[in-house]
Nanobody, 126 residues
Framework: QLKLVESGGGLVEPGGSLRLTCTASGTTLDYFAIGWFRRAPGKEREGVSFISRTSDITTYRESVKGRFTVSRDNAKNTVYLQMNSLKPEDTGIYYC???????????????????WGQGTQVTVSS
């Protein structure tokens, strides 16, 4: 059974950087697309980024384009989210999710994803 664990969150000042890691166990990530989501206080969970199983498709929500980069190392069963130029509005709990996708169609819907990690807190504040 696939288990996902996020790490790398923390407190950072505006303009700072963090790298989140999503590590899988129980099965190989080779066949799964990975989505990164976040939930800000008082808001619904929203999609941040998507990466296909072979990394040929990467997708970002508009507000993080040019600042966030998603990547994966299937040999390590790990996916990364590099977050630069962080803003207070990036604050939230960040989750990774895994499921089967042929493209990035539908990735923004949380209902489309079957496997979730427990989340890691990211706080951007001075």
């Amino acid at each position: 059974q696939l288990k996902l664990v996020e790490s790398g969150g923390g407190l950072v000042e505006p303009g700072g950087s963090l790298r989140l890691t999503c590590t899988a166990s129980g099965t190989t990530l080779d066949y799964f697309a990975i989505g990164w989501f976040r939930r800000a206080p008082g808001k619904e969970r929203e999609g941040v980024s998507f990466i296909s199983r072979t990394s040929d498709i990467t997708t970002y929500r508009e507000s993080v384009k040019g600042r966030f980069t998603v990547s994966r190392d299937n040999a390590k069963n790990t996916v990364y989210l590099q977050m630069n130029s962080l803003k207070p509005e990036d604050t939230g709990i960040y989750y990774c999710a895994a499921d089967f996708f042929h493209s990035d169609d539908g990735w923004l819907s949380t209902l489309r994803w079957s496997n979730w990690g427990q989340g890691t807190q990211v706080t951007v504040s001075s």
